[in-house]
């Protein structure tokens, strides 16, 4: 499967959205990672439904969209409707789950799974055949800039060996304290994709930071 770094716009400038955005494009990236907080299902607030409308119609950059929200059965088809090309959500947030990821894909989206960091990987098992995308947070949830859980890497070597045993072929990606030593070990474990915020947008070269990250693992 391809390696992608899908840097997370949560740690950009809103101020200087765009400007932001088109920095890290020229690294030749495909895709952004877009982080979507209610302020219930984790404690901070970030941005609905418009944000994804708008970014879909100023890049042409994949939009991975990450609900971090309560009842995503109600809100996960607005964002695919809205251009979101991935709505991931969180198996902790449905009690429908199967149901959610079916409506994101009747809507043209590819349907993606979360889980938190204390979610097994066998709670998701019923519903992997249905998933385009698993992502494992490496932290918790909810904030940037955290630390990263190394206990995740087996977590991912787990779900890489269950996806083979089960004959899929979905995405693994990786969020949380990413940089270009722990994506090395995600990488090893059996991720593709991976999600990185502060390590991009802090830095004074963010196209540098992508191409560490690529260089990395091999890219």
């Known amino acids: 499967m391809s390696i992608e770094i899908a840097p997370s716009i949560l ?7 765009m400007q932001d955005i088109n920095k890290v494009k020229d690294s030749g990236i495909h895709m952004l990672h877009v982080d979507v907080m209610d302020g219930h299902f984790v404690p901070n607030i970030t ?32 964002f695919a409707k809205a251009g979101g090309d ?19 894909k009747n809507f043209g989206a590819k349907a993606g799974l979360v889980l938190n960091p204390g979610t097994p990987v066998d709670a998701a098992r019923e519903v992997l055949p249905l998933v385009d995308q698993v992502l494992i947070m490496t932290v918790n949830p909810g904030f ?7 206990q995740m890497v087996n977590k991912v070597q787990e779900l890489a060996e269950l996806r ?6 979905f995405n693994i990606e990786v969020d949380g304290g990413i940089n270009d ?12 994709i991976f999600v990185a915020g502060s390590y991009v947008f ?12 690529l260089a990395a693992v091999g890219q």
């Open 164 to 169: 083979d045993n089960l004959g899929l072929k």
């Open 202 to 213: 802090d830095a004074s070269d963010p196209i540098s930071q992508v191409n560490k990250l």
């Open 47 to 78: 941005f609905g439904s418009k944000m994804i409308a708008d970014l879909h119609k100023s890049t042409s950059l994949k939009l991975d969209c990450h609900l971090m929200i309560d009842n995503p059965d109600k809100f996960a088809p607005e």
């Open 144 to 150: 940037g800039g955290q630390k990263f859980i190394p």
């Open 86 to 104: 991935v709505i991931m959500v969180h198996l902790e947030a449905s009690v429908h789950i199967y149901r959610v990821l079916q409506e994101i």
């Open 181 to 192: 030593i722990t994506i090395k070990d995600c990488a090893a474990a059996g991720a593709n």
């Open 11 to 17: 740690s950009a400038n809103f101020s200087n959205l």
